[in-house]
């Protein structure tokens, strides 16, 4: 299945080859910032400049409508004061980028030379084919190579800006860095792991015993969807044999690929990334109970921002998907600087408008995700629009019956560099969620804290993963954050698909109501220290799934 992306017919003439010709100080002077930047590119070493044949997709961001009071229906629809999320088509007429911004946007990539210009259909992403030479005219950019190692990568090196009747109009551009690119959140278990004491790696098939949740129904009434990049081939018959092993019924899946008409991505960015894939579906599904209504992979063509920025949004744009699980991430700062923040963000405030969830690993480097010694996060981790999901080490008993939890831990940031350890700490980006500074738990802090929950994440009690055709065990939190991906889905099923982003209410009653979580108390990611009650390295815990939904059943605050 193709991505529903809006093809734009328009006659263009001469206008690429007098762009490419002009300098970019002959270039009109009445620009405007966005919220772009040129990245960090100071670990790298610049080579040549790229020459202006040379391709590129970029994708610009629009600002939504009326964003304040988008706000305050998301607010009312998380607090129950609203009971019905919005539907694809209200959010179009309400909130989304109006047409006549639209227009404009196209119009101006048509006349700078671009081509295959689509449009998405909520109207939040202008996408198009074009060159370094198209760029320069229609952002006045200039763009480099660059190489670390033997990766190789470009970008540009000036902010992007666009004519000034757009400001007010465009949030960002995307595409025109490959430098920093997202990375996916899981660890392979060493052989030296199988052997350590009362540590056991655990079928997916295993989590609802595991986290008491083999009382509830299936998720059969609820659609999961799962981001993703590259081919999918292998994870579908990989899930296929999955499934039939463990008794399931074959599920119902589809994959949305989200590609484009030109491509130029580093190659060292497009590695075989079937084991995350398979990570995320194969315990999805297990912790959903063996069922989903579907699984939908919203496949993006690699692991660039913008790539991934596209698959988010179509994810949101088709609206199927109640739970979307994000087992991706890379350094916060870096995605504020680009620009990704802004445009994400707005993507994920769509769904949770739309009564969906985004539930995103908070990475396997503890609480240094931008490396070297100063704690700093994972995005779109610590986006106050997502669920947050940190990983713990879960002992279970002879029977496959939870024993108890520590923090997947490391020591400091060489340790959590090396073996790796759960995500976790103050963000350096993102402002904390009036919920959560309602909470109290945050101390003085004014910033976002993450994880939100946690699951087994820790690669010596991980997921036994069926990968082409081999069983290998694996943990990270890429692992944790499809195991309460399928456990929400089911809970969503047996309340009718009718349950909201349900952050606000983990941190309203999660701090009294403790039956609720296994809380965890012993552990470090480096720069903190677990402690009773929420905290840093695991927030409030795992959930003890059964009490959970049953609350969430009774208290008719979710």
Same mark, same amino acid.
């Given at each position: 299945?193709?991505?529903?992306?809006?093809?734009?017919?328009?006659?263009?003439?001469?206008?690429?080859?007098?762009?490419?010709?002009?300098?970019?100080?002959? @270039?009109?002077?009445?620009?405007?910032?966005?919220?772009?930047?040129?990245?960090?590119?100071?670990?790298?070493?610049?080579?040549?400049?790229?020459?202006?044949?040379?391709?590129?997709?970029?994708?610009?961001?629009?600002?939504?409508?009326?964003?304040?009071?988008?706000?305050?229906?998301?607010?009312?629809?998380?607090?129950? @004061?609203?009971?019905?999320?919005?539907?694809?088509?209200?959010?179009?007429?309400?909130?989304?980028?109006?047409?006549?911004?639209?227009?404009?946007?196209?119009?101006?990539?048509?006349?700078?030379?671009?081509?295959?210009?689509?449009?998405?259909?909520?109207?939040?992403?202008?996408?198009?084919?074009?060159?370094?030479?198209?760029?320069?005219?229609?952002?006045?950019?200039?763009?480099?190579?660059?190489?670390?190692?033997?990766?190789?990568?470009?970008?540009? &090196?000036?902010?992007?800006?666009?004519?000034?009747?757009?400001?007010?109009?465009?949030?960002?551009?995307?595409?025109?860095?490959?430098?920093?690119?997202?990375?996916?959140?899981?660890?392979?278990?060493?052989?030296?792991?199988?052997?350590?004491?009362?540590?056991?790696?655990?079928?997916?098939?295993?989590?609802?015993?595991?986290?008491?949740?083999?009382?509830?129904?299936?998720?059969?009434?609820?659609?999961?969807?799962?981001?993703?990049?590259?081919?999918?081939?292998?994870?579908?018959?990989?899930?296929?044999?999955?499934?039939?092993?463990?008794?399931?019924?074959?599920?119902?899946?589809?994959?949305?690929?989200?590609?484009?008409?030109?491509?130029?991505?580093?190659?060292?960015? &497009?590695?075989?990334?079937?084991?995350?894939?398979?990570?995320?579906?194969?315990?999805?599904?297990?912790?959903?109970?063996?069922?989903?209504?579907?699984?939908?992979?919203?496949?993006?063509?690699?692991?660039?921002?913008?790539?991934?920025?596209?698959?988010?949004?179509?994810?949101?744009?088709?609206?199927?998907? /109640?739970?979307?699980?994000?087992?991706?991430?890379?350094?916060?700062?870096?995605?504020?600087?680009?620009?990704?923040?802004?445009?994400?963000? @707005?993507?994920?405030?769509?769904?949770?408008?739309?009564? @969906?969830?985004?539930?995103?690993? &908070?990475?396997?480097?503890?609480?240094?995700?931008?490396?070297? /010694?100063?704690?700093?996060?994972?995005?779109?981790?610590?986006?106050?629009?997502?669920?947050?999901?940190?990983?713990?080490?879960?002992?279970?008993?002879?029977?496959?019956?939870?024993?108890?939890?520590?923090?997947?831990?490391?020591?400091?940031?060489?340790?959590?560099?090396?073996?790796?350890?759960?995500?976790?700490?103050?963000?350096?980006?993102?402002?904390?969620?009036?919920?959560?500074?309602?909470?109290?738990?945050?101390?003085?802090?004014?910033?976002?804290?993450?994880?939100?929950?946690?699951?087994?994440?820790?690669?010596?009690?991980?997921?036994?993963?069926?990968?082409?055709? /081999?069983?290998?065990?694996?943990?990270? +939190?890429?692992?944790?954050?499809?195991?309460?991906?399928?456990?929400?889905?089911?809970?969503?099923?047996?309340?009718?698909?009718?349950?909201?982003?349900?952050?606000?209410?983990?941190?309203?009653?999660?701090?009294?109501?403790?039956?609720?979580?296994?809380?965890?108390?012993?552990? +470090?990611?480096?720069?903190?220290?677990?402690?009773?009650?929420?905290?840093?390295?695991?927030?409030?815990?795992?959930?003890?799934?059964?009490?959970?939904?049953?609350?969430?059943?009774?208290?008719?605050?979710?």
């Amino acid at each position: 299945m193709q991505s529903t992306l809006r093809p734009i017919s328009l006659v263009v003439g001469c206008g690429l080859a007098l762009s490419l010709a002009l300098p970019v100080q002959a @270039q009109p002077q009445n620009w405007r910032a966005t919220h772009s930047h040129a990245p960090d590119a100071s670990d790298f070493t610049p080579g040549a400049e790229m020459r202006s044949g040379d391709t590129l997709h970029v994708a610009v961001s629009l600002q939504l409508r009326n964003r304040e009071q988008l706000e305050a229906f998301a607010a009312s629809l998380m607090s129950g @004061q609203t009971n019905t999320p919005l539907t694809s088509e209200q959010f179009l007429s309400r909130y989304a980028p109006a047409a006549a911004d639209v227009a404009a946007v196209v119009k101006h990539l048509s006349q700078s030379g671009f081509v295959n210009i689509e449009v998405s259909p909520n109207n939040m992403l202008v996408s198009a084919d074009g060159s370094v030479g198209t760029a320069r005219s229609a952002f006045n950019v200039q763009m480099r190579h660059f190489a670390k190692g033997e990766r190789t990568a470009y970008a540009n &090196t000036n902010d992007p800006v666009v004519p000034s009747a757009l400001s007010g109009i465009v949030l960002g551009v995307h595409g025109l860095q490959t430098v920093h690119l997202a990375h996916t959140a899981q660890v392979e278990a060493q052989a030296s792991v199988y052997a350590t004491a009362g540590k056991v790696g655990h079928s997916p098939t295993a989590w609802p015993a595991i986290y008491n949740a083999t009382a509830l129904p299936t998720a059969a009434k609820t659609t999961v969807g799962i981001i993703t990049a590259g081919s999918m081939t292998q994870t579908l018959a990989d899930l296929s044999s999955f499934a039939r092993t463990a008794g399931y019924a074959q599920p119902v899946v589809s994959v949305v690929n989200i590609a484009s008409a030109q491509r130029r991505v580093s190659t060292s960015a &497009t590695t075989d990334n079937t084991a995350e894939w398979n990570i995320d579906s194969q315990n999805a599904l297990g912790a959903a109970g063996g069922a989903v209504k579907s699984i939908v992979f919203y496949a993006a063509s690699s692991l660039s921002e913008a790539d991934l920025t596209a698959a988010y949004n179509a994810a949101v744009a088709a609206n199927v998907a /109640k739970v979307i699980s994000v087992s991706l991430g890379e350094c916060e700062s870096n995605a504020r600087l680009t620009g990704t923040q802004a445009t994400d963000d @707005q993507i994920f405030l769509a769904a949770v408008a739309q009564g @969906q969830t985004f539930v995103v690993a &908070t990475g396997d480097a503890g609480s240094y995700e931008c490396g070297g /010694k100063t704690s700093a996060q994972s995005y779109p981790a610590v986006s106050p629009y997502v669920i947050a999901v940190g990983g713990t080490s879960v002992s279970t008993s002879s029977t496959g019956a939870w024993t108890g939890e520590t923090v997947w831990a490391c020591t400091n940031y060489s340790t959590c560099a090396t073996s790796g350890g759960t995500g976790g700490g103050v963000s350096l980006i993102e402002a904390a969620p009036s919920w959560q500074l309602a909470s109290k738990v945050l101390g003085t802090s004014t910033r976002r804290g993450v994880p939100d929950i946690s699951f087994a994440g820790d690669p010596s009690t991980g997921a036994i993963t069926l990968v082409k055709g /081999k069983y290998v065990q694996y943990g990270g +939190t890429s692992l944790a954050a499809p195991i309460f991906a399928g456990f929400w889905a089911r809970i969503q099923s047996a309340n009718g698909n009718r349950l909201a982003f349900p952050a606000p209410a983990l941190y309203k009653y999660g701090v009294a109501q403790t039956a609720l979580f296994h809380d965890v108390v012993s552990g +470090t990611n480096g720069g903190y220290t677990a402690a009773k009650g929420w905290d840093y390295t695991t927030g409030f815990g795992s959930l003890n799934v059964g009490n959970f939904a049953a609350f969430v059943t009774s208290s008719g605050g979710f």
